[in-house]
């Protein structure tokens, strides 16, 4: 377990400790736990991660996850996601996408094309709420899971409290 093992080092330090460690990682199937606050520098070498906000657990994800949540998409919430998926994939053939825990849509492809997606609703009797595009860094990731206003879940209920 190691605790801001780069705090200080300069750049080559940097690099030669996490070379280092994953060399011990790969050739001898070590496992290694790492605190720290310097995300940029974890998203180069972990593979899962915990996310802890004033000692509690956030989060535990796997690097797959979170690269998959942070790449570019438009997330979309409507007042039915469940006939909005169908007309993605039924009308539009758009198969990249796909539906989040607390409500929405992540859209994944055509993302250059969201206002025949947005048509598209309209004209199959789904009500867009809410679209943007978003991508997220790690960093960005932390910000918006332990924030107070800027994590999707906040802006999801939010919305579903005034409406």
């Known amino acids: 377990m190691l605790d801001e093992p780069i705090n200080g080092l300069d750049p080559e330090g ?9 060399k ?16 940029s520098e974890l998203s180069q070498m972990c593979s899962d ?20 949540i942070c790449r570019e998409h438009y997330f979309i919430l409507t007042d039915n996601d469940d ?14 996408f796909e539906a989040v825990k607390d409500g929405g849509i992540r859209l994944h ?7 025949t997606i947005s048509r ?9 709420l809410v679209m943007y595009t978003h991508e997220a860094n790690l960093e960005q990731y932390y910000m918006n899971l332990v924030g107070d ?12 409290h005034e409406a």
Request: no cysteine.
């Open 109 to 115: 492809e055509r993302l250059d094309d969201i206002r």
């Open 24 to 39: 011990l990682n790969v050739e001898n199937h070590i496992t290694i736990l790492i605190s720290s606050h310097i995300l």
């Open 120 to 128: 598209s609703f309209y004209e199959n009797g789904v009500i867009p």
């Open 14 to 22: 940097i690099v030669e400790i996490r070379e280092l460690l994953l």
């Open 149 to 160: 206003k800027n994590d999707e879940h906040n802006k999801i209920s939010n919305i579903q």
């Open 83 to 96: 006939l909005a998926a169908a007309v993605l994939n039924d009308k539009l053939g758009i198969t990249n």
């Open 49 to 68: 991660y915990i996310f802890i906000n004033h000692g509690r657990v956030q989060q535990s994800i796997s690097s797959e996850e979170l690269r998959s």
